[in-house]
């Protein structure tokens, strides 16, 4: 008797995982809808970066707020001043302006892949 008890626990504790599990890879997929050709399709939501002006670039060129432009992206670096090897006074010149020619020449592809951490959008012309 014991032993159907004990087997009937574990069973019940199985299914219990086996039911989270699958209750999280549910919540985790995109909604799904039928195309017009009745197969099913994920919606996921693409949202355009925001945009700004070199002009809205120069506006932050201080310690406490600083963006800088590099390749048409813009870039807020404003939390990694205290971590710059080289320290902070090689990179305040350079707020709020466009660094592509002197970023490119002095930092290797640990700082370009760094670098994508502090993107918040992309620079367009108006």
């Known amino acids: 008797m014991i032993m159907k ?14 039911a989270i599990f699958v209750a999280n890879y549910l919540a985790a997929k995109p909604e799904m809808n039928t195309g017009s050709s009745g197969t099913m399709i994920a ?38 001043f205290g ?21 490119a020449s002095i930092h290797s592809n640990f700082a370009w892949n760094l670098l994508t951490d502090y993107y918040i959008g992309d620079i367009v012309e108006r």
């Not at 004990?6 to 504790?13: G, R």
């Not at 060129?61 to 870039?75: E, L, P, R």
């Not at 971590?83 to 970023?103: N, V, W, Y």
Request: proline share 5%.
């Open 83 to 103: 971590k710059h090897p080289a320290g902070d006074k090689i990179m305040l010149p350079h707020c709020g302006k466009e660094t592509s020619r002197i970023f």
């Open 5 to 18: 008890a004990t087997n009937t626990y574990t069973l019940i504790l199985i299914f219990g995982i086996v």
């Open 43 to 80: 919606q996921v939501a693409k949202q355009s970066p925001p945009t700004y002006t070199i002009t809205e670039v120069a506006k932050h060129n201080a310690v406490h707020d600083c963006f800088i432009a590099v390749n048409g992206k813009v870039y807020d670096i404003t939390s990694y």
